[in-house]
């Protein structure tokens, strides 16, 4: 252990003075934009060694008035965790943010995908999560060498994951491979960091994109009065307000709707991520998308998609897409030719190994995650019903 983060974990320690006789730290695991995590032992789990396996007897425990204790014995078990995760959240968070994240863990405490809380400590401004510690394994360590059905498995404990957040009307808003923690071994993972999670509907504002087709298109003709868009459609003077839109989430991973700045985003936007993610794993390139901001996002997604397609993504949401970049062609291309490519597997125009039967089963049900529009996007429930999922997943 370097000695920074020896002096990280001694102010730790001296931060929460009960810390010494509870947690043992080990190591730091990671440390990301918001917080820094460690790894430790808990000193005390052993006291729950004997706590009620109710997952046993869930029937006895299924009447109403023995919910609560169903629920405390449920925490003891979670305490029997002998490693820890302690997440440090920075004090430049801001508390509301650190509520938020702490609340939506503790609704989602009954599901086995989503890392559950064990407790948490404050002292002044600095807040410790901690976490049952989960074994897993770094992406770019396995990313390269799995298999279509090593794909499949990882993707069904991942929208398990997220069918279950989901479920709850929550948007994880930045799912990407570090924050599901997955064991290539037992082939399971788990969903953490819900710092950026929220409510659907929480902060939304009627967009466009919920409306009738008809609405939509004599709304979008009402906005480009002929006058004020001389040629290109777009109007020289745009008095219209600023549109203000939640875009939290990682660069690579915003699905077109955060990029459109759709002001009434959903459950799909994950959606979107996780297709991002199974593009890398068939493309074999992490980081897939490589944008610096949210236009080079945009145009990294028309190079795919074509321009005809993109266009029609951000009228949805009331938006033009105009590009003149030559890159970026009318049509675009097909899912199944970008992943050729990237895998050397075309030549000079020519294919020298096509897809294999498997590899077509998973381009299917990845160009269902990658679709532009999200209410026709496949839905977490919608995906673990796919063949891709359902007939290799399991
Ligand atoms: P941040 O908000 O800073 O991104 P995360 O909750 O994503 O924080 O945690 C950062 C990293 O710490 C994760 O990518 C993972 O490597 C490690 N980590 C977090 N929680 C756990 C856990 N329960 N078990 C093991 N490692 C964890
Ligand atoms: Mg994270």
């Not at 979670?78 to 650190?98: D, F, G, H, N």
């Not at 410790?128 to 059905?149: G, I, K, N, S």
């Not at 077109?256 to 759709?262: D, I, N, S």
């Not at 299917?364 to 995650?369: A, E, G, S």
């Amino acid at each position: 252990v370097d000695e920074t983060v020896q002096h990280d974990m001694e102010k730790l320690q001296e931060t929460f003075p009960s810390f010494r006789n509870q947690f043992r730290l080990i190591k730091r695991i990671g440390e990301g934009t918001f917080s820094t995590v460690y790894k430790a032992e808990d000193l005390q789990y052993e006291r729950f060694d004997n706590a009620w396996d109710w997952d046993k007897d869930a029937e006895k425990w299924a009447s109403p008035p023995l919910k609560k204790i169903k629920q405390d014995t449920q925490t003891q078990k979670r305490r029997r965790a002998k490693y820890v995760a302690i997440k440090k959240i920075y004090v430049t968070s801001s508390p509301l943010r650190i509520l938020n994240e702490l609340e939506l863990l503790h609704d989602l405490r009954s599901s086995p995908s989503v890392c559950p809380l064990i407790t948490a400590f404050r002292s002044t401004d600095q807040v410790v999560a901690v976490l049952p510690y989960f074994r897993h394994q770094d992406f770019r360590e396995y990313y390269r060498h799995m298999t279509v059905a090593d794909m499949a498995i990882y993707l069904t404990s991942l929208f398990e994951a997220l069918g279950a957040v989901h479920r709850a009307n929550i948007l994880h808003r930045d799912i990407k491979p570090t924050n599901f923690l997955y064991d290539p071994e037992t082939g399971r993972g788990v969903l953490v960091d819900f710092g950026l999670a929220e409510r659907e509907g929480s902060d939304s504002k009627p967009c466009l994109c919920h409306e009738a087709d008809g609405v939509r298109k004599s709304r979008l003709r009402a906005a480009y009065v002929p006058s004020s868009a001389p040629h290109n459609g777009y109007p020289k003077q745009d008095t219209r307000p600023a549109r203000r839109a939640n875009r939290a989430g990682t660069r690579g991973f915003r699905a077109p709707e955060v990029l459109f700045k759709c002001t009434e985003q959903t459950t799909k936007i994950d959606i979107w991520s996780a297709g991002v993610i199974l593009l890398t794993l068939l493309s074999r390139r992490f980081p897939f998308f490589n944008s610096a901001d949210d236009v080079e996002a945009m145009i990294e997604i028309a190079t795919i998609f074509g321009s005809r397609r993109m266009k029609v993504a951000g009228q949805l949401h009331g938006c033009m897409f105009e590009t003149t970049i030559p890159t970026v062609g009318r049509e675009g291309f097909s899912l199944e030719k970008i992943i050729l490519w990237s895998n050397c597997r075309i030549d000079n125009g020519k294919t020298l190994k096509p897809l294999s039967e498997d590899e077509k089963v998973a381009v299917k049900f990845l160009t269902r995650c990658l679709d532009l529009d999200p209410s026709s996007r496949i839905s977490a429930d919608e995906a673990l019903e796919h063949e891709f999922l359902r007939d290799m997943g399991r």
